[in-house]
């Protein structure tokens, strides 16, 4: 292959290459000895090689070598066989002599400069293989190939992570995944607990319902299956519960602020717990007679027990947050003007509580599939149809057609307008339908309610033949002359939930039936006033509305300390050696379901895993990461003698400069150039 040309200029000064840099910003490169630049550019490596070279090697002064009388400092374009060479620093300093020494060949050594070997990018085959042919994980690809694909040109021990890993950007709450499974692998189960505690508040519950979309990211689905994470996560929810008194305790400080969370669902629940964590005092309103929300009234008890609901309520009200129950926003007393007036910021997390109807003559003979749900969990639901049809296709739908079934129905039908392969329900949950003798009817929709003598007798359905249009927009197309009758003794709704806004001020904007927020956050258009979950942006999983609390009391945070941004994202970042026993192939393990027979509407259908099934588990997840984790030679002696790199910019220890990040293995910022390595004296 032929370096294909870019423009030389070489500098006198660091300000001149500083401006150089900013100049051509993405699309320049400094070359000192060019040992490893040149060997990228000629292979190829990079899809855009750089078109400006920005020339050290004319710095005045920057290969001078010093030895000074508490300690050594040497200039950037200092060559390593200078240094290897050195009378002095083989003396006083001969690790370094050693590891400078070891470099390549007599030539290279001749050529290459300190801060280009510490510079380098990584020496790895993928990575640098001519063509720029692999979609590595340090260029910004999803994953390491010298990790799980060959790995035969590494050692796969001491290997590290880069940025988070798919699972943890795959899930909106990001947990740490890696870190926790690491602390389980280490037999930690406490440690474990705390880091996913840090962004996961109701870890109990998002185990059993979460729709997981880590472990649709893990890389291990690749060649054997996901790691199964949900399972890991229930179990450490379940230990969180067990022991409140170590992971759900009262902050040290109280700051005197007061807010007002309006909705005890997944959203209010989380927003309340990290504005808790943060000392502020936290007041829950909430209209139902239990707190939870959805948790407790939708969601069948067969997929999330109440009691575990319940503990979680009694988790965050050991912390000092206060649940006020049977309040209704908008009465005598508790209008928004009022929380206003007596808190200092108020979140408006109150939900989707209202079933969409049919458009259809007659379709008062038909139930709400939401209702049916909620009146399943409290008891009060009327004796189900022998015969019933659920109109939907979402989890929703899936939950009121299982439940209809297990409520003594003989024999139930679901209908949707999506064909099967891009109905809204997660396919764990269709998979469960089909366990549980649901007939499932995609690609039709309801035309007709079929009555007779003002009591319903069936449905008559027509064949849709796409849902959207090519803008994906909602606008469903039929075939008329396809229908089906579908003869039923009852017909439960499930297409959507609508927001009851009744309490809204007219000061407070509204938008096609949902509170207004402010793109990609929940602020309002009313300062202390955040609004968040499914009231902003319609009809969401559960970790999606805990995603939005997350949000919520990150801005709540800022805005009471008078900050811009979103305050503290309860993040966990921190580098993670590679886990090498994850490499081979394993099954995942499995959470059966209890035989079909043995299956009711409120005994949960799943059983918590063991703690050694976990521990398991956790050997399973490789802290996905690189191998090739840094190339410098003397990164490893520079760090064991307290060396300082010293930039144009600032000075960083060189415990600190190394990094595993994408496109890059130092933490040398925009425009950052070495100028000079100050070693102490020993």
Same mark, same amino acid.
């Given at each position: 292959m032929t370096i294909q040309e870019s423009k030389y200029i070489p500098v006198q000064s660091l300000y001149d290459a500083e401006d150089l840099l900013k100049e051509h910003e993405g699309q320049s490169a400094l070359i000192a000895g060019g040992t490893d630049l040149m060997g990228t550019l000629k292979d190829e490596i990079?899809?855009?090689?750089?078109?400006?070279?920005?020339?050290?090697?004319?710095?005045?002064?920057? %290969?001078?070598?010093?030895?000074?009388?508490?300690?050594?400092?040497?200039?950037?374009t200092a060559t390593l066989a200078a240094i290897a060479k050195h009378p002095e620093i083989k003396q006083k300093y001969r690790l370094l002599a050693q590891a400078a020494a070891s470099v390549a060949s007599p030539q290279i050594r001749n050529v290459a400069t300190l801060g280009g070997n510490l510079c380098q990018e990584p020496r790895c085959w993928y990575y640098r293989?001519?063509?720029?042919?692999?979609?590595?994980?340090?260029?910004?690809?999803? @994953?390491?190939?010298?990790?799980?694909?060959?790995?035969?040109?590494?050692?796969?021990?001491?290997?590290?992570?880069?940025?988070?890993?798919?699972?943890?950007?795959?899930?909106?709450?990001?947990?740490?995944?890696?870190?926790?499974?690491?602390?389980?692998?280490? $037999?930690?189960?406490d440690e474990a607990t705390k880091i996913l505690l840090r962004t996961n508040p109701l870890a109990a519950i998002t185990g059993r319902v979460c729709s997981h979309y880590?472990?649709?990211?893990?890389?291990?689905?690749?060649?054997?299956?996901?790691?199964?994470i949900r399972a890991v996560e229930r179990a450490l929810g379940d230990h969180a519960l067990e022991h409140p008194d170590l992971f759900y305790s009262a902050p040290e400080h109280e700051t005197g602020k007061r807010v007002a969370v309006v909705g005890a669902g997944p959203a209010g629940l989380t927003a309340a717990c990290f504005l808790r964590r943060q000392g502020h005092q936290v007041t829950l309103y909430d209209r139902m007679p239990q707190a939870g929300g959805m948790l407790t009234y939708s969601i069948p008890a067969y997929r999330l027990p109440k009691q575990v609901v319940q503990l979680q309520v009694r988790a965050l009200e050991a912390m000092g947050i206060v649940f006020k129950q049977q309040v209704t926003i908008g009465s005598v007393g508790f209008t928004l003007e009022d929380l206003r007036s007596t808190h200092d910021s108020l979140?408006?997390?109150?939900?989707? @509580?209202?079933?969409?109807?049919?458009?259809?003559?007659?379709?008062?003979?038909?139930?709400?599939?939401?209702?049916?749900?909620?009146?399943?969990?409290? $008891? %009060?639901?009327?004796?189900?149809?022998?015969?019933?049809?659920?109109?939907?296709?979402?989890?929703?739908?899936?939950?009121?057609?299982?439940?209809?079934?297990?409520?003594?129905?003989?024999?139930?039908?679901?209908a949707c307008l999506e064909s099967r392969d891009i109905m809204p329900a997660i396919p764990e949950d269709l998979e469960q339908a089909d366990e549980e003798a649901i007939e499932i009817l995609p690609s039709w929709g309801p035309q007709r309610v079929l009555e007779q003598n003002d009591r319903l007798t069936g449905m008559e359905l027509v064949r849709c033949t796409s849902v959207f249009d090519e803008d994906g927009r909602f606008a469903p197309v039929f075939d008329t002359a396809e229908t089906k009758i579908v003869e039923v003794d009852q017909v439960l709704v499930a297409i959507g939930q609508a927001a009851?806004?009744?309490?809204?001020?007219?000061?407070? /904007?509204?938008?096609? $039936?949902?509170?207004?927020?402010?793109?990609? %956050?929940?602020?309002?258009?009313?300062?202390?006033?955040?609004?968040?979950?499914?009231?902003?942006? $319609? %009809?969401?999983?559960?970790?999606?509305?805990?995603?939005?609390?997350?949000?919520?009391?990150?801005?709540?945070?800022?805005?009471?300390?008078?900050?811009?941004?979103?305050?503290?994202?309860?993040?966990? /970042?921190?580098?993670?050696?590679?886990?090498?026993?994850?490499?081979?192939?394993?099954?995942?393990?499995?959470?059966?379901?209890a035989p079909f027979e043995q299956r009711t509407l409120h005994s949960e259908d799943i059983t918590t895993r063991g703690i050694d099934e976990v521990n398991r588990e956790a050997q399973r997840c490789a802290n996905c990461g690189c191998v090739a984790v840094n190339a410098s030679d003397l990164a490893g002696v520079l760090i064991a003698l307290d060396a300082e790199i010293k930039t144009n910019l600032r000075v960083i220890p060189a415990r600190e400069f190394f990094t595993t990040a994408k496109n890059g293995t130092t933490v040398l910022g925009p425009g950052e150039i070495i100028h000079e390595i100050w070693i102490p004296e020993p």
């Amino acid at each position: 292959m032929t370096i294909q040309e870019s423009k030389y200029i070489p500098v006198q000064s660091l300000y001149d290459a500083e401006d150089l840099l900013k100049e051509h910003e993405g699309q320049s490169a400094l070359i000192a000895g060019g040992t490893d630049l040149m060997g990228t550019l000629k292979d190829e490596i990079h899809a855009e090689p750089p078109q400006v070279l920005i020339g050290l090697k004319t710095l005045k002064g920057s %290969s001078a070598i010093s030895v000074e009388s508490n300690g050594l400092r040497i200039g950037a374009t200092a060559t390593l066989a200078a240094i290897a060479k050195h009378p002095e620093i083989k003396q006083k300093y001969r690790l370094l002599a050693q590891a400078a020494a070891s470099v390549a060949s007599p030539q290279i050594r001749n050529v290459a400069t300190l801060g280009g070997n510490l510079c380098q990018e990584p020496r790895c085959w993928y990575y640098r293989n001519p063509g720029n042919t692999f979609d590595c994980l340090r260029k910004g690809g999803r @994953w390491c190939d010298a990790l799980f694909a060959e790995n035969r040109y590494h050692s796969i021990f001491g290997g590290m992570n880069v940025s988070s890993a798919p699972c943890e950007r795959g899930c909106p709450i990001h947990n740490g995944i890696p870190a926790y499974m690491e602390k389980l692998r280490e $037999g930690n189960i406490d440690e474990a607990t705390k880091i996913l505690l840090r962004t996961n508040p109701l870890a109990a519950i998002t185990g059993r319902v979460c729709s997981h979309y880590c472990e649709e990211e893990c890389n291990r689905n690749d060649f054997d299956e996901a790691v199964s994470i949900r399972a890991v996560e229930r179990a450490l929810g379940d230990h969180a519960l067990e022991h409140p008194d170590l992971f759900y305790s009262a902050p040290e400080h109280e700051t005197g602020k007061r807010v007002a969370v309006v909705g005890a669902g997944p959203a209010g629940l989380t927003a309340a717990c990290f504005l808790r964590r943060q000392g502020h005092q936290v007041t829950l309103y909430d209209r139902m007679p239990q707190a939870g929300g959805m948790l407790t009234y939708s969601i069948p008890a067969y997929r999330l027990p109440k009691q575990v609901v319940q503990l979680q309520v009694r988790a965050l009200e050991a912390m000092g947050i206060v649940f006020k129950q049977q309040v209704t926003i908008g009465s005598v007393g508790f209008t928004l003007e009022d929380l206003r007036s007596t808190h200092d910021s108020l979140f408006l997390a109150t939900g989707l @509580w209202q079933g969409k109807k049919l458009r259809l003559e007659n379709a008062e003979l038909l139930d709400s599939g939401l209702e049916f749900l909620i009146q399943t969990q409290t $008891g %009060s639901a009327k004796p189900v149809g022998k015969r019933v049809l659920v109109i939907g296709g979402g989890s929703v739908a899936v939950d009121v057609a299982i439940s209809a079934r297990r409520s003594g129905a003989e024999h139930v039908t679901m209908a949707c307008l999506e064909s099967r392969d891009i109905m809204p329900a997660i396919p764990e949950d269709l998979e469960q339908a089909d366990e549980e003798a649901i007939e499932i009817l995609p690609s039709w929709g309801p035309q007709r309610v079929l009555e007779q003598n003002d009591r319903l007798t069936g449905m008559e359905l027509v064949r849709c033949t796409s849902v959207f249009d090519e803008d994906g927009r909602f606008a469903p197309v039929f075939d008329t002359a396809e229908t089906k009758i579908v003869e039923v003794d009852q017909v439960l709704v499930a297409i959507g939930q609508a927001a009851d806004l009744s309490y809204a001020s007219q000061e407070l /904007h509204t938008e096609r $039936g949902l509170i207004a927020a402010a793109k990609h %956050s929940t602020r309002t258009n009313v300062p202390g006033v955040f609004a968040g979950g499914d009231v902003t942006g $319609g %009809s969401a999983v559960v970790v999606q509305a805990m995603a939005e609390g997350t949000r919520a009391a990150n801005e709540i945070e800022a805005y009471l300390n008078e900050r811009s941004g979103e305050g503290d994202r309860n993040s966990d /970042h921190r580098s993670l050696l590679i886990n090498p026993s994850a490499l081979s192939t394993s099954q995942g393990m499995r959470s059966p379901r209890a035989p079909f027979e043995q299956r009711t509407l409120h005994s949960e259908d799943i059983t918590t895993r063991g703690i050694d099934e976990v521990n398991r588990e956790a050997q399973r997840c490789a802290n996905c990461g690189c191998v090739a984790v840094n190339a410098s030679d003397l990164a490893g002696v520079l760090i064991a003698l307290d060396a300082e790199i010293k930039t144009n910019l600032r000075v960083i220890p060189a415990r600190e400069f190394f990094t595993t990040a994408k496109n890059g293995t130092t933490v040398l910022g925009p425009g950052e150039i070495i100028h000079e390595i100050w070693i102490p004296e020993p």
